[in-house]
């Protein structure tokens, strides 16, 4: 069977991609706090961001395909568990994607001259792919959340201000742990959605770890973190009260956590907090940009 345009954009999970577009806004907007904004750095910064994720979202659709995780999974089509697509078919698509964002992120460095990110690209790369795949797959051992908050914190947003200034800055890094936490946040609640079937699977995520009631605690952390940054921070930059906005998106996703709703329920709580997640980073990379 040959999966349809719209089967491969289900598969790519774009309701995911705020987690990577939410970083590069934030970072551009540091950029722009300090006079350094540059367009196509920051445009390329955002190609090499998108493409790892479809990427990352395409390597896990193979390699928990193949190994039967997603066989009783509630959520979004999975191509390959499914069987719409081939699981060739599926790491081909994964493998375009992480060469799509090679060669617009070797462009980039050699662009600005910055040749020293090639290795956090390929240290990326690497930890797109082995999430879930590989011999022993770090997503299947509780790290999940970890590398999330790091490659869409601080790897994505001072990444995408260190290509256009040159220099790290505090609220660049303030902005990458509020990203980094509520990323994490987006894995937290999808894990605890999975949770029955990863753990009959043997995917020992750190929902599975945690047990229910810490996991939706460890959600309500994470997701919080973003406003109080914005809180803290606007004691120097007023403006950056802007962000506190996006509360009004996640609030109806915190009480579906708080109480106790599980599987079907939880989908719209991945939803509303991507969609929080880009609110704070478009209304805090304006603030940047004014303040």
């Given at each position: 069977?040959?999966?349809?345009?719209?089967?491969?954009?289900?598969?790519?999970?774009?309701?995911?991609?705020?987690?990577?577009?939410?970083?590069?806004?934030?970072?551009?907007?540091?950029?722009?706090?300090?006079?350094?904004?540059?367009?196509?750095?920051?445009?390329?910064?955002?190609?090499?961001?998108?493409?790892?994720?479809?990427?990352?979202?395409?390597?896990?659709?193979?390699?928990?395909?193949?190994?039967?995780?997603?066989?009783?999974?509630?959520?979004?089509?999975?191509?390959?568990?499914?069987?719409?697509?081939?699981?060739?078919?599926?790491?081909?698509?994964?493998?375009?994607?992480?060469?799509?964002?090679?060669?617009?992120?070797?462009?980039?460095v050699a662009l600005t001259?910055?040749?020293?990110?090639?290795?956090?690209?390929?240290?990326?790369?690497?930890?797109?792919?082995?999430?879930?795949?590989?011999?022993?797959?770090?997503?299947?051992?509780g790290w999940g959340e970890v590398a999330?908050?790091?490659?869409?914190?601080?790897?994505?947003?001072?990444?995408?201000?260190?290509?256009?200034?040159?220099?790290?800055?505090?609220?660049?890094?303030?902005?990458?742990?509020?990203?980094?936490?509520?990323?994490?946040?987006?894995?937290?609640?999808?894990?605890?959605?999975?949770?029955?079937?990863?753990?009959?699977?043997?995917?020992?995520?750190?929902?599975?770890?945690?047990?229910?009631?810490?996991?939706?605690?460890?959600?309500?952390?994470?997701?919080?973190?973003?406003?109080?940054?914005?809180?803290?921070?606007?004691?120097?930059?007023?403006?950056?009260?802007?962000?506190?906005?996006?509360?009004?998106?996640?609030?109806?996703?915190?009480?579906?956590?708080?109480?106790?709703?599980?599987?079907?329920?939880?989908?719209?709580?991945?939803?509303?907090?991507?969609?929080?997640?880009?609110?704070?980073?478009?209304?805090?990379?304006?603030?940047?940009?004014?303040?």
């Amino acid at each position: 069977m040959v999966a349809t345009a719209g089967q491969w954009v289900a598969g790519a999970r774009v309701r995911t991609l705020p987690n990577s577009v939410a970083p590069v806004i934030v970072g551009a907007g540091a950029a722009g706090a300090i006079g350094e904004f540059t367009w196509w750095a920051a445009l390329l910064a955002l190609v090499v961001s998108l493409a790892l994720q479809v990427g990352v979202n395409y390597a896990n659709d193979y390699s928990d395909g193949v190994r039967g995780t997603d066989d009783t999974r509630v959520g979004p089509l999975r191509l390959v568990a499914s069987g719409v697509a081939s699981a060739s078919a599926v790491k081909l698509a994964a493998f375009g994607c992480f060469g799509v964002a090679g060669a617009a992120g070797l462009l980039l460095v050699a662009l600005t001259g910055h040749w020293w990110l090639l290795s956090i690209g390929v240290v990326s790369v690497a930890a797109a792919w082995f999430y879930t795949g590989g011999p022993k797959p770090y997503g299947y051992a509780g790290w999940g959340e970890v590398a999330v908050f790091a490659f869409f914190g601080p790897v994505a947003v001072l990444g995408t201000l260190y290509v256009q200034s040159g220099e790290v800055t505090w609220p660049g890094v303030a902005g990458a742990v509020a990203l980094g936490s509520i990323s994490a946040g987006v894995l937290v609640a999808n894990n605890l959605r999975d949770l029955p079937t990863d753990r009959t699977a043997g995917k020992i995520t750190m929902a599975v770890r945690l047990g229910d009631r810490r996991t939706r605690i460890l959600y309500v952390v994470l997701v919080a973190v973003p406003f109080v940054v914005s809180a803290l921070t606007a004691i120097a930059h007023p403006w950056l009260l802007l962000g506190l906005l996006a509360v009004a998106l996640v609030a109806p996703a915190v009480r579906t956590v708080t109480r106790g709703g599980d599987g079907l329920a939880l989908i719209p709580v991945l939803r509303d907090t991507s969609l929080a997640m880009l609110a704070w980073a478009v209304l805090t990379g304006l603030a940047l940009a004014l303040s």
